[in-house]
């Protein structure tokens, strides 16, 4: 445990999906709650001595609403997942029969194993109908996404990605889904921070469901989040019989109580400045990288995410590579598919960078400059690519 508090000191910390979390978060997880078993949900547990708990996990519900701005009388929200991809495959189980149809962006597209993936279980007990980006513009191509609805009508249809730099159309994928009578889940787990912030349009106005991890942007512990818009389909009840007794066992409480503590530091305007930071750091990232001859997908980014091309059709090297030599010098990224991927996941064309974690360590538009010189200066004497211009 000291050796990786020390490694994550020393470098520079890229992967899109990490952050670094309060002193008060961390405590909470290290608190005596992790004794404590909770099956149930408040006012309805299975063990007895919940006094603190029931509080505890009613607080964390009541933050996560007010956070993102909802209603308790038109929105419902689960706070026990363990993480995203329990959050996701609960929500199939709830809503979706089994073996029915679920409309998701490939994952070499940028979507999550999650989204119906076959060597998941969200594409073995349901059956995925896969979308991808635009061939020319790296982007989400509505006409096409709502042709492929209409042609497999999904029951479900998933928006909110893992590796798309760019903003999402929440209203077009609400009126495709519309077309079809499919239901609009979001997975915002990347974007969730940036949405709490008023960095990144915010999916509720359209979504009929939002799931979301909380330790990425929104920089909380390992868990997930599940909001369900209330109405008389009843999603919500239906959902919370899925994660519990439908998938999970008793909730980790320590898990929760960080949650409450971190929706409750996301509200502050403090978390407002740093979602707006995340992004200009993004922005300043890719610019400079663009600068300095490499290629990044879809050519910039609206989020904490970029996807750099680095093998480039051969100049460049391939992003496993490229991932390596940069941990060798300090800077932690992962490889990353590319959309047209004309190499393997486990050998990809790319390499996927994000912001949050270094905007949490204070870094910005000027340590942004330094450090795509650095990648650039790791990467460039390994490639045949044309140096850019500096
Ligand atoms: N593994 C996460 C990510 O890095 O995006 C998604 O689950």
Do not use: C
């Amino acid at each position: 445990m000291k050796a990786e508090k020390e490694r994550q000191k020393k470098v520079i910390n890229l992967i899109a999906s990490e952050n670094f979390v309060s002193a008060d978060v961390l405590a909470a997880l290290g608190s005596e709650l992790t004794n404590k078993y909770s099956e149930g949900y408040p006012g309805h547990r299975y063990y007895g001595g919940q006094t603190f708990t029931d509080k505890i996990e009613i607080l964390a519900q009541k933050r996560a609403l007010k956070l993102f701005k909802l209603s308790p009388a038109k929105w419902h929200v689960n706070v026990q997942p363990l993480s995203g991809s329990p959050a996701n495959v609960a929500v199939y189980l709830a809503l979706v029969p089994l073996g029915g149809k679920i409309m998701g962006m490939s994952l070499s597209h940028g979507g999550h194993l999650t989204h119906g993936h076959k060597v998941s279980i969200s594409g073995k007990a349901w059956q995925q109908v896969a979308y991808g980006v635009d061939a020319k513009s790296e982007q989400l191509n509505y006409e096409e996404i709502k042709a492929v609805a209409e042609k497999e009508k999904p029951a479900l249809i998933v928006a909110g990605f893992t590796a798309y730099p760019r903003v999402i159309d929440f209203k077009k994928f609400r009126e495709i889904a519309d077309s079809v009578g499919a239901i609009l889940m979001v997975d915002m787990s990347h974007v969730a921070g940036l949405v709490a912030g008023g960095a990144y349009p915010t999916p509720f106005d359209y979504a009929d469901v939002v799931t979301t991890t909380v330790h990425k942007t929104l920089r909380g512990p390992r868990s997930a989040l599940i909001f369900a818009k209330n109405d008389e389909r009843e999603l919500g009840k239906k959902i919370d019989k899925a994660i519990f007794p439908g998938m999970q066992g008793g909730p980790h409480m320590n898990q929760i109580a960080a949650v409450a503590i971190a929706l409750k530091e996301a509200a502050s305007p403090e978390f407002k400045k740093y979602a707006h930071q995340i992004k200009k750091n993004a922005s300043v990232l890719a610019e400079e990288l663009v600068k300095l001859g490499w290629r990044i997908v879809s050519g910039g980014t609206d989020s904490h995410l970029i996807l750099m091309d680095t093998w480039m059709m051969g100049k460049g090297i391939a992003g496993s590579v490229a991932s390596k030599l940069l941990e060798k010098a300090g800077i932690i990224v992962n490889m990353n598919t590319i959309p047209n991927e004309t190499r393997s996941p486990m050998d990809p064309s790319g390499i996927r960078l994000g912001t949050a974690a270094e905007t949490t360590r204070g870094k910005r538009e000027k340590d942004m400059i330094a450090i795509a010189r650095k990648i650039d200066a790791v990467l460039r004497g390994k490639t045949s690519k044309k140096k850019g211009k500096k």
